[in-house]
T-cell receptor
């Protein structure tokens, strides 16, 4: 059975801190790994990673994939209260790219 | 460009009833997937539709069925509702053969 595990499950930091969110996976027929931010309802797309070792960046967020060790990290630097959300990691599996999600990491950024 | 839209946003149903949820994909997308997200959990894959056919199905009973229309919009039907069906139902659209999926706001279903 395909499995995606995220850690930590929750995290509380102060504004300005840097955080690292982890995602490990065990799946058959890996195609891609995606990160989403979920604030209220709709998960918002952040990154899609398909190749090992290539960092993707968007502003204060960055992510990298290690296909040998089967994990990815999402870094957020200089956190702001607006970064408070659940961060979901999903792995696209098979030719149809079915997404298997982890439980998410609840990030709370306090002022 | 409208993103993925879902209706209704909230719904309250009684056990045993049937419900239909609707999804319009992002413009140009031809593939629609449905997910169920229970409180405190990640979304769980229900099924995926492409070219008006169910292409792949997750581990959900036959009470969950769907449909895709020629304009790529989709419906999720759930029969004989159980209390455990209470969840956020998310629709995601994508281009066939690609991984980048965009989600709608979801429908919050409460079964009482």
């Amino acid at each position: 059975e395909d499995k995606v595990v995220q850690s930590p499950l929750s995290l509380v930091v102060h504004e300005g801190d840097t955080v690292t969110l982890n995602c490990s996976y065990e799946v058959t027929n890996f195609r891609s790994l995606l990160w989403y931010k979920q604030e209220k309802k709709a998960p918002t797309f952040l990154f899609m990673l398909t190749s090992s070792g290539i960092e993707k960046k968007s502003g204060r967020l960055s992510s990298i994939l290690d296909k040998k060790e089967l994990f990815s990290i999402l870094n957020i630097t200089a956190t702001q209260t607006g970064d408070s959300a659940v961060y979901l990691c999903a792995v696209g599996v098979g030719s149809n790219y079915k997404l298997t999600f982890g439980k998410g990491t609840l990030l709370t950024v306090n002022p | 460009d409208a993103g993925v839209t879902q209706s209704p946003t909230h719904l309250i149903k009684t056990r045993g009833q049937q419900v239909t949820l609707r999804c319009s994909p992002k413009s140009g997308h031809d593939t629609v997937s449905w997910y169920q997200q229970a409180l405190g959990q990640g979304p769980q894959f229900i099924f995926q539709y492409y070219e008006e056919e169910e292409r792949q199905r997750g581990n959900f009973p036959d009470r969950f069925s769907g449909h895709q229309f020629p304009n790529y919009s989709s419906e999720l039907n759930v029969n004989a509702l159980l209390l455990g069906d209470s969840a956020l139902y998310l629709c995601a659209s994508s281009f066939a053969g690609t991984a980048e999926a965009f989600f709608g706001q979801g429908t919050r279903l409460t079964v009482v």
